[in-house]
């Protein structure tokens, strides 16, 4: 009877490890901010994430679905089809910028953030909602609405938030690209940092 007890809490033990450490697949949705734009191939934040996962043993999967000028709308558009083919255990949404810097209306922008992260909790992905600011030459009262989305999205249905994705970025010129949007390969890191604190307890949790 010990033996056979001792046999069971074994196995219990080893199915519990297993379920732990079982390979995740995290699903990237995002703009040029995640697509590389202007940087050499493999120097982007996702890139660098594939490379930090090496480091800290996390056994997962990136698949980067973003598209440079990629809108909320287009974004929503995409998803279903991104989830049935890849089933992500973590989406990371990272939309928003180019609805802001096309001062598209804010209800709009909330109702396809609102819909992807639906989307993705019927398909039994966690999810992180990745923040975005705009200048505040589109107007303050709509820079501070833009902003505050992504907190009030993330407050009301539940979701990590990654606050900014360019904190230390946005405002270092010598990090961006002659057109003072687009981050430099020297920026990926620091936006990765920005990333991995929320990330990684997605990632690790059963």
Aim: glycine fraction near 8%; aromatic fraction near 6%.
């Amino acid at each position: 009877m010990r033996l056979l007890r001792s046999t069971l809490a074994l196995l219990l033990v080893f199915y519990a490890t297993c379920a732990y450490s079982a390979s995740k697949t995290v699903l990237v949705l995002g703009d040029s901010l995640s697509a590389e734009y202007g940087i050499a191939r493999g120097t982007g934040w996702v890139a660098l994430l594939g490379k930090r996962l090496q480091v800290d043993k996390i056994d997962a999967n990136i698949i980067n679905a973003s598209i440079s000028g990629e809108t909320t709308s287009g974004g929503r558009a995409r998803l279903p089809a991104l989830l049935e083919q890849h089933h992500p255990d973590v989406l990371v949404l990272e939309l928003g910028g180019n609805d802001g810097l096309r001062g598209l209306p804010l209800a709009s922008t909330e109702a396809n953030l609102r819909t992807m992260i639906k989307d993705a909790q019927k398909a039994k992905a966690r999810v992180l909602l990745v923040g975005m600011q705009i200048p505040p030459n589109y107007g303050r009262d709509y820079a501070e609405k833009f902003f505050g989305l992504y907190a009030k999205l993330s407050k009301e249905m539940k979701v990590s938030l990654a606050p900014f994705l360019l904190e230390g970025v946005a405002d270092s010129p010598q990090l961006l690209q002659p057109d003072r949007i687009h981050p430099l390969a020297e920026a990926e890191p620091i936006m990765l940092d920005n990333i991995w604190p929320h990330l990684k307890p997605l990632l690790i949790s059963k």
